[in-house]
């Protein structure tokens, strides 16, 4: 495995390697695995509601709560830890800790238990974090890391911008202004730009785009859930999570009516589901046969390729090596 360097060498001027071999690209892909795996914490917050009911709690808030002043806590320590230990340890320690956190989560029979189990994750969580944050620097040198994080968050902008700005102006509209006042046209426009701009560059730009496929059943899905669903029915499900993931969990247990209700409400929603992904499917297939066909590339490309010296090679490097030395001891002499 290639050494690390550091900040420090990388401003001096130490040659980097080029990023790209094998070593490295299992490293990327170890850090989005943990990535991933510290995304599996919000299941907790989604689940909050049936457990707070389970567990029959009154202390719901430390559940967040103590997730989030640990991994605070443990973001200020792990640069130290990991230079002194080692990126490798700590990053294993950082999932241990978190895997047993969340089996503990999962296992809780107490809100106690559960908070102690929260706090646990947490410490995991934000340390995963921290140490996927400094192996990425080390791997990724500093004159490209700010284009790098740069590039991350220009789709984050747009999209949280643009729909933010269509937000206001559609909850304003009508109520607080006219529609068709500056304060409502302005933000609406700004959006809609925001919006284009970001589809613009997820498709264009990005290899790994924020918004995956999915997102569009599921956007349709919640949609035609909040339409076809009462709206009293509604509005006893927890702010702030998905109608689906609501609902789905206490379906058994909801009165003869109201379950024949909802079961009806998912099937007509199913249902324009499919229509809407076979139709984007047969747009596709539709397209593709306009296509271009392009040849693939029949040369490999070894610019990457780690070189190594062969015995030979290495018996006259070190010969030439000595035979300098021999000269500039002879000459100070």
């Known amino acids: 495995m290639p050494a690390v360097v550091d900040a420090e060498e990388q401003e001096k001027g130490v040659p ?11 490293t990327v892909l170890a850090y989005i ?4 795996h510290f995304a599996l914490s919000t299941t907790v917050s989604t689940a909050l509601p049936i457990i707070v009911h389970d567990l029959n709690g009154a202390d719901f808030v430390w559940v967040a709560s103590a997730y989030a002043l640990a991994a605070t806590t443990l973001l200020s320590v792990t640069d ?5 230990f080692g990126r490798q340890p700590c990053m294993l320690l950082s999932l241990a800790l978190f895997t047993l956190g969340s ?12 908070i102690a189990a929260r706090t646990l994750q947490g410490a995991g969580g934000g340390s995963i974090l921290a140490i996927s944050a400094i192996v990425i620097s080390d791997l990724v040198p500093l004159a490209e890391g700010a284009v790098y994080n740069g590039f991350i968050g220009i789709s984050n902008v747009l999209v949280i911008g643009s729909s933010t700005a269509m937000v206001l ?26 919006l284009l701009l970001f589809l613009l560059y997820e498709a264009k730009v990005v290899k790994h785009p924020l918004v995956w496929r999915v997102t569009i059943c599921m956007a349709v899905l919640q949609t035609q859930l909040t339409k076809w669903l009462l709206t009293e029915f509604v509005s006893s499900l927890p702010e702030g999570v998905s109608i689906v993931y609501s609902t789905i969990p206490i379906i058994p247990g909801l009165s003869k009516p109201l379950h024949t209700q909802v079961r009806a409400a998912f099937a007509d929603s199913i249902c324009i589901l499919w229509q809407v ?20 590339h029949k040369q490999v490309d070894k610019k990457w390729g780690i070189e190594e010296n062969t015995s030979q090679e290495w018996a006259d490097e070190e010969k030439s090596q000595v035979t300098a030395l021999e000269i500039e001891s002879t000459l100070s002499q």
């Open 16 to 26: 980097v390697q080029p990023f790209g071999n094998e070593v490295e690209g299992n």
């Open 33 to 36: 695995l943990g990535h991933l």
């Open 80 to 84: 130290g830890m990991s230079q002194v």
């Open 103 to 114: 089996a503990l989560c999962g296992s809780a029979k107490t809100m106690n238990w559960l």
């Open 169 to 194: 102006a559609l909850t304003w509209g009508g109520v607080q202004h006219l529609w068709s006042s500056a304060q409502i046209l302005v933000p609406l426009v700004i959006g809609l730009l925001g």
């Open 277 to 296: 992904s076979i139709g984007i499917g047969g747009i596709g297939a539709l397209v593709s046969l306009f296509m271009k066909g392009l040849l693939l």
